[in-house]
């Protein structure tokens, strides 16, 4: 087989990834002989293209599902896709409007007829694009939560837990889309920083309790040192001004609430106010909720759009007026701007305000944005009919598992993130206003009561028990319209994909459940990872996985998050064809640590295809040498190094996995083949230019070859596997892919080996630092002169440091040769004459210009530092900062007259 100059990763990738699924080495089923190992990957949306998320994430599910599969476990990773139910229904929304078409002229039916099709179309590009990256998911299980199957698991645990008592329909106020026209959980909102305004309006005060004398002018004169301008401007107005950032929502207020401890409106207790443009009047109530210090101290209650606001008004039990339609726009009970969308609203009534002299004035503060993770809309709160799921019973449970570590959080920083979440859990809204999407199985009689059931034949039968009435068709029922959030199917996800609730006792659930390792992100660590750990408690008696790997977010050098709007981020099958998917993944990984953001560089991707190159260059190394069997093995100490080398390597290598510590564990196997496999042991056992190898050194370069790919494929499954076949004539199933993990097999002496050979090293770094300072070549003959008791290093690893070194003598020595130039290793003294080497005099007079010129440098610094009001007056650091100068100073100095004894 001819080995190419350059490696071709586009060529590479593509033979081997159809080469592995031919031979199905990533298909898995239950195995009793082995233990399983299995990995349930995060569904991507429907929606979805590869981003770089999306690489680091599956990159690393890939390493470590490639491992344990080189580990003899029954290695099972599970793809799939999850519907998203907002994202798809606005796709296909968008798709229609293209086609003329508006969703309001369709049934339902006739919608999701065009929503199937472009899932058809659309939904697998992402899982194809993995298999760009190299993933090694048993393709024949791909999985989407819709599919009829996991669309009945859902439904069975949605009747199931409304038995149980857990699931209720009731009027609360939730997270609103109007842009997706739904409801959101709270963790489908994302809070954004912003610059708001803050509108203060003048309410028109109307029927006051009391007079308030205070309220005459001449009081208010004659009793001057008494009230102040503020409460002189508040008391003797007309008006009450009212802070808000949202005016458009005035016409939904019910009330004005001030602190009953607020001396500024005692005399309002019990007045009335009108509402500005709108003029319904309104009461003032008092509540200590309200602050006195922030705003104006007065506080409009608008119950139907302010979580706060409304629990104020189930206190002070006022009405609730919804001016809001499900698209945002203002609806008749606003009575002004009816159609008008809220913020063209909010533009046209400050306007108003203003011309009729009810805006006091308009001021701008940091707030935050609630916004959807969907659409971007800005939420709006909003009282609404919704199916509820009752959290905190499951909540204890979940939150148990994780403090006694039956699942561990890598890293286990989050576990604080993790308790303050689910000890603060509140009811999870579970209806979206969807027709993309689990339909919700609860069905509707004529007079408005309900069932759940898993269908009509069960809702119908459970419908004339609760009626009394037999003669009730399923036309008679009326399904409700809402589907359900998808979170409520991919939190079965673990088991639904083994089919656990379709038979709960199947020998794939009982096999590969629980999984063993999840990898995702941090921002859904309570509404999917503790969600999923719910259910497997609930339906399991056990939690869905053993480790949770919490990968930190890809962003640019500035910090950024990556995004296609800022254009910051890289087409990650851009960076494959360029890089190859092995520069890629090892780029990704190489500043990846577990929680913490990567400051994604597109050197760090050089550096992956660098890596490549360097071991394709290793490879064809040692396949160019030419094998002399009659050569005598030469390379013990070298071999043995290494083995040792290779072993130690394996044991650090094993922890960092074993603590998710994925990049540096990269970094370690990095490490053993750049620097101590391909700069030094390749450079110990090369032979001379056009000189033959012995057959056993090759032999033990080539295992070690081997053994380093082995260790390199999880990482970079493609080159690694293009090397092992080249390296040797393998059989029809003998593939890296599935070649058995190195285990330890520790060497005798191995640390003392290690040490010594370190030492061996030490000595020709020092030797190589001298060439570099006095500009000798590489190859430049040198004789080397050692004053040390440890002749035995020498004598052992001769060879190593002349080889490495280019020396051509080593010698043993009582005092320093003439004209030298040494260093020290280890306790010993070595020296490297220079007589022949170089020029002295010139030497001579290079050090003598050198050490006049530091000489100098250090007299300036003494002058400044003899200077008391330089001393006495500087800054500390200032005077700190010369001294060190000195003291580098002298150190150079004393270096410098060493070098010239020596000459």
Request: hydrophobic letters at 40%; proline letters at 5%.
């Amino acid at each position: 087989m001819s080995i190419p100059k350059t490696y071709q990763p586009a060529e590479v990738e593509e033979k081997w990834y159809q080469r592995w699924q031919e031979q199905g080495f990533f298909n898995s089923k239950p195995n009793p002989r082995k233990p399983a190992y299995s990995v349930v990957i995060p569904p991507p949306n429907v929606t979805g293209v590869l981003h770089m998320g999306h690489m680091l994430n599956n990159t690393i599910q890939d390493v470590l599902v490639r491992r344990a599969r080189m580990q003899g476990k029954e290695a099972c990773w599970v793809p799939g896709t999850d519907h998203a139910s907002i994202a798809t229904e606005a796709k296909v929304v968008q798709m229609l409007k293209e086609r003329g078409i508006e969703k309001k002229d369709l049934s339902r039916e006739e919608f999701l007829k065009y929503a199937w099709e472009w899932k058809e179309k659309y939904g697998g590009i992402i899982l194809e694009q993995l298999k760009k990256l190299g993933a090694s998911c048993d393709w024949s299980r791909t999985r989407f939560t819709m599919e009829p199957d996991l669309t009945e698991a859902v439904l069975r645990v949605f009747v199931d837990l409304y038995r149980k008592g857990l699931i209720y329909r009731g009027i609360r106020m939730v997270n609103w889309d109007p842009q997706g026209r739904t409801a959101l959980s709270d963790e489908e909102v994302i809070p954004k920083d912003t610059v708001a305004k803050m509108y203060h309006l003048r309410y028109e005060i109307v029927e006051p309790r009391t007079q308030n004398p205070v309220l005459r002018s001449e009081n208010l004169e004659a009793e001057g040192e008494n009230q102040n301008d503020s409460e002189f401007s508040v008391l003797n107005s007309k008006f009450l001004t009212v802070a808000t950032s949202r005016p458009e929502t005035i016409m939904a207020d019910v009330a004005v609430a001030v602190n009953p401890n607020d001396e500024r409106y005692r005399h309002l207790h019990g007045a009335k106010v009108r509402i500005p443009l709108l003029g319904r009047e309104i009461p003032i109530i008092l509540d200590e909720y309200v602050a006195i210090d922030f705003g104006t101290g007065a506080l409009k209650v608008t119950p139907a759009h302010d979580l706060n606001d409304y629990e104020l008004g189930l206190k002070h039990n006022l009405p609730v007026i919804d001016i809001l339609s499900d698209d945002g726009t203002l609806n008749e009970k606003a009575v002004l701007y009816v159609g008008q969308d809220r913020f063209a609203a909010r533009r046209n009534i400050v306007k108003d305000l203003g011309e009729a002299g009810l805006l006091d004035k308009v001021e701008e503060y940091q707030s935050v944005l609630q916004t959807s993770e969907r659409t971007g809309a800005v939420i709006e709160p909003r009282l609404s009919l919704q199916w509820f799921l009752k959290m905190a019973d499951m909540a204890g449970p979940a939150l148990e598992v994780v403090e006694d570590d039956r699942v561990k959080l890598h890293p286990p920083k989050f576990k604080n993130m993790y308790r303050v979440w689910m000890e603060n859990v509140r009811d999870w809204c579970i209806s979206r206003q969807l027709w993309w999407g689990q339909r919700i199985p609860a069905y509707y009689l004529p007079d408005g009561t309900f069932v759940v059931a898993l269908n009509e034949e069960e809702a119908l039968q459970l419908a004339r028990e609760q009626s009394g009435n037999n003669d009730l068709q399923v036309s008679d029922l009326r399904q409700d319209e809402d589907v359900l959030d998808t979170w409520f199917s991919s939190w079965l996800w673990p088991i639904s994909v083994f089919d656990g609730f379709k038979d709960p006792d199947n020998p794939e659930v009982n096999y590969y459940y629980p999984t063993d390792d999840l990898v995702t992100a941090p921002e859904i660590l309570f509404f999917w990872v503790a969600r999923m750990i719910m259910a497997g408690l609930e339906y399991r008696k056990d939690v869905p996985f053993r480790n949770v790997y919490l990968t930190g977010i890809v962003r640019d050098a500035q910090g950024r998050k990556m995004s296609k709007s800022l254009g910051n981020s890289p087409d990650p099958l851009d960076l494959i064809a360029q890089y190859g998917a092995d520069g890629v993944r090892t780029g990704m990984l190489f500043s990846s640590p577990a929680g913490n953001d990567l400051l994604f560089d597109i050197k760090l991707v050089e550096q992956g295809r660098n890596f490549t190159n360097k071991l394709w260059n290793a490879f064809r190394l040692t396949q160019g040498w030419e094998v002399n069997d009659e050569l005598a093995f030469v390379n013990e100490r070298a071999t043995e190094w290494f083995q040792a080398k290779l072993q130690s390597t394996l044991a650090e290598l094993d922890e960092h996995f074993a603590k998710f510590r994925m990049s540096d564990a990269l970094m370690t196997i990095y490490k053993l083949v750049w620097d101590d496999f391909c700069s030094v042991y390749l450079e110990m056992i090369k032979p001379a230019y056009q000189a033959p190898i012995d057959a056993e050194t090759l032999r033990r370069t080539t295992g070690f070859f081997e053994q380093l790919l082995k260790l390199l494929h999880p990482f970079m499954p493609f080159i690694t596997e293009e090397i092992w076949h080249h390296l040797a004539e393998r059989g029809a199933k003998d593939y890296l892919c599935v070649a058995a993990w190195p285990k330890q097999q520790p060497v005798e002496g191995g640390a003392e080996l290690l040490a010594r050979m370190d030492r061996a090293l030490d000595v020709v770094a020092g030797v190589r630092n001298i060439r570099n300072q006095k500009g000798l070549g590489p190859n430049k003959p040198l004789t080397l002169a050692a004053k040390t008791d440890d002749t035995g290093l020498l004598q052992d690893y001769d060879g190593i440091i002349r080889k490495l070194a280019a020396l051509a003598e080593i010698n043993v020595v009582d005092a320093a040769p003439a004209a030298a130039v040494g260093f020290v290793s280890g306790g010993a003294e070595f020296f490297v004459p220079m007589e022949g080497q170089i020029d002295l005099e010139a030497e001579r007079e290079r050090l003598t210009k050198e050490l006049e010129y530091a000489q100098g440098f250090r007299e300036s610094v003494l002058k400044k530092l003899a200077n008391e009001k330089f001393v006495n007056n500087a800054k500390p650091d200032l005077v700190e900062r010369e001294r060190q100068k000195l003291a580098d100073a002298e150190a150079k100095i004393a270096a410098l007259e060493q070098s010239m004894a020596a000459l």
